[in-house]
DNA sequence: CTATGATCCTGCGAGC
DNA sequence: TGCTCGCAGGATCATA
């Protein structure tokens, strides 16, 4: 559920309730929140009581949360945090009820606003949370959006930067998407190659930028290559100021609010529908077990010599 | 090495 | 009403 723009959406909204806070209590609900945590569940409950979290931290969808454990100064780990297919992180008050889905609950006090409760919640259980070493990033410049450090957690490290990164490789980029035969749409969602990016937006920028979903990456010119770039930052930036795409309750910010990006969506989940540019009926097909929502129209596969 | 499909899990809405 | 089916914002792993 959860791209950039909702991530974002997440970790602006935790920063100033967490940036300085305590962690008073752990409460695990569910141990399948915790398949990624590299210890026990007691590590993490006990790891976790009494740490200091130093910063709010996203690359791509990975969210992470560096803390210094009680009665230490040294911030050698983080809480990192994979939202998945249908994960939440919600800020209650202290003493709040139980959420539904709730698997992971933190009870924090903050010097500015006091006792608050930090829940994480998800359906599906594809998200998690974990407590994982803080490691230098290769090219010395910060892990990501809201770090002034320059590292990143362990399981963080394989993750490109994302379109919205200034220390993003673009030359890098280009050379991967050159050199790759699958089809551009299955590329977008490697995270590898750049972060970010999932099912709702890899079809937005797409069509935007009227390329076929199943065009192979290595097909595109230079040309293409930077009207997706562009289409891809764009996209992102518009949702984001808009607070997210939301169709359900499932996607919400930190205070359960929904955003509205979904009235600006012109392929994701419109089969059928006219397109906006062309007035055609927008297609949809199954590949990677997903679906891709393309205007036949207006992304044509480019001609094959 | 690259490329592809299956898989983890829970819930919802459509259709019978 | 109650059942089954298909589908859902993601990442990873096994197989060719
Ligand atoms: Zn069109």
Redesign the pocket.
């Known amino acids: 559920?959860?791209?950039l723009p909702?991530v974002e959406v997440v970790r602006s909204g935790l920063a100033p309730a967490l940036v300085d806070a305590t962690v008073s209590a752990v409460t695990v609900h569910d141990a399948?929140a915790l398949t990624?945590h590299p210890g026990s569940v007691d590590d993490f409950e006990q790891s976790l009581r009494g740490a200091h979290v130093v910063a709010v931290c996203r690359r791509?969808?990975?969210l992470w949360m560096p803390f210094t454990p009680a009665g230490g100064s040294n911030a050698a780990r983080a809480v990192v945090a994979?939202?998945?297919?249908?994960g939440q992180m919600l800020l209650r008050f202290s003493g709040a009820p139980v959420e539904?889905?709730e698997r992971i609950r933190l009870d924090i006090d903050h010097p500015h606003h006091g006792a608050l409760a930090v829940v994480f919640a998800d359906?599906?259980?594809?998200?998690s949370l974990a407590l994982d070493p803080l490691l230098p990033t290769t090219d010395a410049a910060p892990g990501g959006f809201g770090a002034d450090e320059a590292t990143v957690p362990a399981?963080v490290a394989?993750?490109a930067r994302d379109p919205l990164d200034p220390a993003l490789d673009e030359t890098r980029l280009r050379r991967?998407w050159a050199?790759?035969?699958?089809?551009i749409k299955?590329?977008l969602?490697?995270?590898?190659v750049i972060?970010?990016?999932?099912?709702?937006?890899?079809d937005e920028a797409l069509w935007g930028a009227r390329i076929h979903p199943e065009t192979?990456?290595?097909a595109l010119s230079a040309r293409h290559v930077t009207r997706l770039l562009a289409e891809i930052r764009a996209v992102l930036d518009k949702a984001l100021a808009e607070g997210?795409?939301?169709?359900?309750?499932?996607?919400v910010n930190v205070n359960g609010q929904a955003g509205y990006f979904?009235h600006s969506l012109h392929a994701?989940?419109r089969t059928g529908a006219p397109c906006h540019r062309c007035g055609r009926p927008i297609a949809?097909v199954?590949?990677?077990?997903?679906?891709s929502?393309f205007c036949p129209s207006c992304q044509r596969m480019p001609r094959t010599r």
């Open positions: 559920m959860p791209e909702e399948r990624r791509g969808k990975f994979h939202l998945g297919m249908s539904r889905h359906q599906r259980t594809f998200g399981q394989h993750i991967l050199r790759k035969r699958s089809a299955r590329v969602l490697d995270q590898t972060s970010g990016i999932g099912n709702i937006y890899a192979p990456a290595d997210g795409t939301s169709f359900d309750a499932q996607y979904a994701y989940g949809r199954s590949f990677m077990n997903r679906s929502h």
